[in-house]
Protein backbone atom coordinates (compact mmCIF):
# COMPACT_ATOMS: atom_id res chain seq x y z
CA UNK A 1 0.00 0.00 0.00
CA UNK A 2 1.52 3.36 -1.03
CA UNK A 3 2.20 6.41 1.53
CA UNK A 4 -0.81 8.52 1.61
CA UNK A 5 0.02 12.45 0.62
CA UNK A 6 -1.29 14.65 2.77
CA UNK A 7 -1.47 18.69 2.49
CA UNK A 8 1.80 19.77 3.88
CA UNK A 9 3.29 17.61 1.62
CA UNK A 10 1.93 19.51 -1.80
CA UNK A 11 2.33 22.61 -0.37
CA UNK A 12 5.96 22.08 -0.25
CA UNK A 13 6.40 20.10 -3.72
CA UNK A 14 4.82 23.26 -4.62
CA UNK A 15 6.73 25.68 -3.07
CA UNK A 16 9.98 23.49 -4.75
CA UNK A 17 8.58 23.36 -7.73
CA UNK A 18 6.97 26.96 -8.67
CA UNK A 19 6.98 25.89 -12.65
CA UNK A 20 5.03 22.82 -11.77
CA UNK A 21 1.33 24.21 -13.58
CA UNK A 22 3.18 25.93 -16.81
CA UNK A 23 2.58 23.13 -18.19
CA UNK A 24 -0.46 21.80 -16.54
CA UNK A 25 -2.56 25.07 -17.18
CA UNK A 26 -5.48 22.86 -18.05
CA UNK A 27 -5.31 21.70 -14.71
CA UNK A 28 -5.73 25.21 -12.81
CA UNK A 29 -8.80 25.37 -14.26
CA UNK A 30 -10.18 22.65 -11.81
CA UNK A 31 -9.07 23.51 -8.64
CA UNK A 32 -11.17 25.18 -6.83
CA UNK A 33 -11.54 26.26 -3.28
CA UNK A 34 -13.85 28.39 -1.05
CA UNK A 35 -13.06 31.95 0.11
CA UNK A 36 -14.15 32.71 3.67
CA UNK A 37 -17.43 34.82 1.61
CA UNK A 38 -18.14 31.54 0.18
CA UNK A 39 -18.20 31.66 -3.46
CA UNK A 40 -16.22 29.32 -5.71
CA UNK A 41 -12.94 30.58 -7.42
CA UNK A 42 -10.29 28.65 -9.04
CA UNK A 43 -6.68 29.57 -8.18
CA UNK A 44 -6.01 31.02 -11.72
CA UNK A 45 -8.74 33.53 -11.04
CA UNK A 46 -7.58 33.86 -7.25
CA UNK A 47 -3.99 34.52 -8.80
CA UNK A 48 -4.80 37.49 -11.45
CA UNK A 49 -7.13 39.09 -8.77
CA UNK A 50 -3.87 39.06 -6.64
CA UNK A 51 -1.76 40.24 -9.43
CA UNK A 52 -4.90 42.79 -10.17
CA UNK A 53 -4.49 44.05 -6.36
CA UNK A 54 -0.99 44.58 -6.41
CA UNK A 55 -0.91 46.57 -9.66
CA UNK A 56 -3.14 48.60 -8.66
CA UNK A 57 -1.21 49.42 -5.46
CA UNK A 58 1.59 49.22 -7.17
CA UNK A 59 -0.02 52.24 -9.64
CA UNK A 60 -1.73 54.19 -6.43
CA UNK A 61 1.98 54.17 -4.81
CA UNK A 62 3.48 56.06 -8.24
CA UNK A 63 0.87 58.14 -8.68
CA UNK A 64 1.21 59.21 -4.84
CA UNK A 65 5.04 59.65 -5.54
CA UNK A 66 4.59 61.52 -8.91
CA UNK A 67 1.72 64.10 -7.35
CA UNK A 68 4.34 64.51 -4.26
CA UNK A 69 7.38 64.91 -6.53
CA UNK A 70 4.79 68.06 -8.32
CA UNK A 71 3.84 69.39 -4.96
CA UNK A 72 7.49 69.35 -4.59
CA UNK A 73 8.44 70.94 -7.58
CA UNK A 74 5.65 73.66 -7.50
CA UNK A 75 6.69 74.95 -3.96
CA UNK A 76 10.57 74.81 -4.81
CA UNK A 77 10.06 77.29 -7.70
CA UNK A 78 7.60 79.64 -5.30
CA UNK A 79 10.36 79.50 -2.70
CA UNK A 80 12.83 80.16 -5.38
CA UNK A 81 10.90 83.25 -6.46
CA UNK A 82 10.15 84.15 -2.93
CA UNK A 83 14.01 84.07 -2.50
CA UNK A 84 14.96 86.10 -5.82
CA UNK A 85 12.62 88.43 -4.73
CA UNK A 86 14.06 89.19 -1.11
CA UNK A 87 17.49 89.27 -2.54
CA UNK A 88 16.25 92.40 -4.99
CA UNK A 89 14.64 94.48 -2.29
CA UNK A 90 16.19 97.45 -2.01
CA UNK A 91 15.31 98.71 1.58
CA UNK A 92 13.25 96.92 4.43
CA UNK A 93 9.83 98.83 3.31
CA UNK A 94 10.75 97.05 0.00
CA UNK A 95 11.37 93.51 1.60
CA UNK A 96 7.71 94.42 3.64
CA UNK A 97 5.78 94.96 0.75
CA UNK A 98 7.60 92.00 -1.14
CA UNK A 99 7.51 89.34 1.62
CA UNK A 100 3.48 90.05 2.12
CA UNK A 101 2.75 90.02 -1.50
CA UNK A 102 4.19 86.73 -2.30
CA UNK A 103 3.22 85.05 0.39
CA UNK A 104 -0.77 86.12 -0.10
CA UNK A 105 -0.62 85.97 -3.90
CA UNK A 106 1.47 82.63 -4.31
CA UNK A 107 1.41 80.59 -1.06
CA UNK A 108 -2.43 80.77 -0.38
CA UNK A 109 -1.78 82.96 3.11
CA UNK A 110 -4.80 84.83 3.94
CA UNK A 111 -3.08 87.81 6.31
CA UNK A 112 0.77 88.02 6.00
CA UNK A 113 2.67 91.25 7.64
CA UNK A 114 6.64 91.74 8.59
CA UNK A 115 6.69 94.54 11.15
CA UNK A 116 9.78 95.70 13.16
CA UNK A 117 9.75 96.74 17.07
CA UNK A 118 12.08 98.03 19.56
CA UNK A 119 13.03 96.16 22.71
CA UNK A 120 10.63 97.99 24.99
CA UNK A 121 7.75 97.10 22.18
CA UNK A 122 7.95 93.66 22.17
CA UNK A 123 8.40 93.62 26.10
CA UNK A 124 4.76 94.72 25.88
CA UNK A 125 3.46 91.84 23.05
CA UNK A 126 5.32 89.57 25.22
CA UNK A 127 3.40 90.65 28.31
CA UNK A 128 0.08 90.76 26.68
CA UNK A 129 0.55 87.59 24.48
CA UNK A 130 2.52 85.20 27.09
CA UNK A 131 4.63 84.19 24.11
CA UNK A 132 8.61 84.31 24.07
CA UNK A 133 10.07 86.39 21.21
CA UNK A 134 13.06 86.03 21.14
CA UNK A 135 15.85 86.11 17.93
CA UNK A 136 14.57 82.92 16.31
CA UNK A 137 11.55 81.55 18.05
CA UNK A 138 9.09 80.62 15.78
CA UNK A 139 5.17 80.22 16.90
CA UNK A 140 2.33 78.56 15.41
CA UNK A 141 -1.22 77.31 16.73
CA UNK A 142 -4.88 78.32 16.94
CA UNK A 143 -4.43 80.99 19.58
CA UNK A 144 -7.04 82.56 21.94
CA UNK A 145 -8.83 85.70 19.80
CA UNK A 146 -7.41 87.94 22.56
CA UNK A 147 -3.65 86.97 21.65
CA UNK A 148 -4.39 87.18 17.92
CA UNK A 149 -6.32 90.57 18.08
CA UNK A 150 -3.01 91.95 19.65
CA UNK A 151 -0.81 89.81 16.48
CA UNK A 152 -3.21 91.19 13.97
CA UNK A 153 -5.79 93.89 12.80
CA UNK A 154 -8.10 91.25 11.33
CA UNK A 155 -10.33 90.03 13.61
CA UNK A 156 -11.35 87.07 11.38
CA UNK A 157 -7.33 85.64 11.90
CA UNK A 158 -7.77 81.99 13.75
CA UNK A 159 -4.63 80.43 13.38
CA UNK A 160 -1.12 81.78 12.61
CA UNK A 161 2.44 81.26 12.74
CA UNK A 162 5.03 83.92 13.86
CA UNK A 163 8.71 83.84 13.29
CA UNK A 164 11.16 85.99 14.88
CA UNK A 165 13.87 88.00 13.76
CA UNK A 166 16.30 90.53 14.14
CA UNK A 167 17.28 93.79 11.98
CA UNK A 168 20.23 95.93 13.69
CA UNK A 169 18.70 96.97 17.25
CA UNK A 170 15.00 96.32 16.03
CA UNK A 171 13.04 92.60 16.15
CA UNK A 172 11.22 91.84 13.20
CA UNK A 173 7.56 89.34 13.26
CA UNK A 174 7.26 87.62 10.41
CA UNK A 175 3.24 87.00 10.69
CA UNK A 176 1.15 84.57 9.03
CA UNK A 177 -2.13 84.29 9.45
CA UNK A 178 -4.90 82.12 8.65
CA UNK A 179 -8.63 82.42 8.95
CA UNK A 180 -9.23 78.53 9.12
CA UNK A 181 -8.73 77.72 12.98
CA UNK A 182 -7.05 74.21 11.46
CA UNK A 183 -4.83 75.55 9.47
CA UNK A 184 -1.95 76.15 11.70
CA UNK A 185 -2.05 73.32 14.27
CA UNK A 186 0.81 73.87 16.47
CA UNK A 187 2.38 70.54 14.89
CA UNK A 188 3.94 72.13 11.70
CA UNK A 189 7.08 71.74 10.27
CA UNK A 190 8.61 74.56 10.49
CA UNK A 191 11.35 74.84 7.98
CA UNK A 192 10.64 76.58 5.50
CA UNK A 193 9.18 79.63 7.88
CA UNK A 194 12.73 79.46 9.47
CA UNK A 195 14.15 79.91 5.49
CA UNK A 196 12.29 82.21 4.79
CA UNK A 197 13.54 84.17 8.34
CA UNK A 198 16.90 82.76 7.79
CA UNK A 199 17.12 85.00 3.98
CA UNK A 200 15.42 87.70 5.59
CA UNK A 201 17.78 88.53 7.71
CA UNK A 202 20.97 88.24 6.33
CA UNK A 203 19.18 90.58 3.28
CA UNK A 204 18.56 93.24 5.66
CA UNK A 205 22.23 92.54 7.90
CA UNK A 206 23.43 93.63 4.51
CA UNK A 207 21.09 96.17 3.44
CA UNK A 208 22.19 97.99 7.00
CA UNK A 209 25.52 96.87 5.93
CA UNK A 210 25.54 99.48 2.90
CA UNK A 211 23.76 102.18 4.53
Do not use: W
Not at 60 to 71: C, D, G, I, P, Q
Not at 87 to 111: P, Q, W, Y
Not at 127 to 141: E, M
Not at 174 to 198: M, N, P
Request: charged letters at 30%; one cysteine or more; glycine letters at 4%.
Amino acid sequence: MSESINAKDVEIFLLDNPDFFVSREALLTELDFKHDSGNASSLLERQIKRLREEHNTLIELLTSFVEEAKVNEDLFIKSKNLTLSILEASDDKDITNRIEKEFKDNFGVDVCTLKFFDNSEISVIEDKTDLSLHKGAVHCGSFSSAKLSILFEDKEISSAVIAVLVYGRKIGLLQLGSKDRTKYLGDEDTTFIEYVRDVLEARLSSLASNE
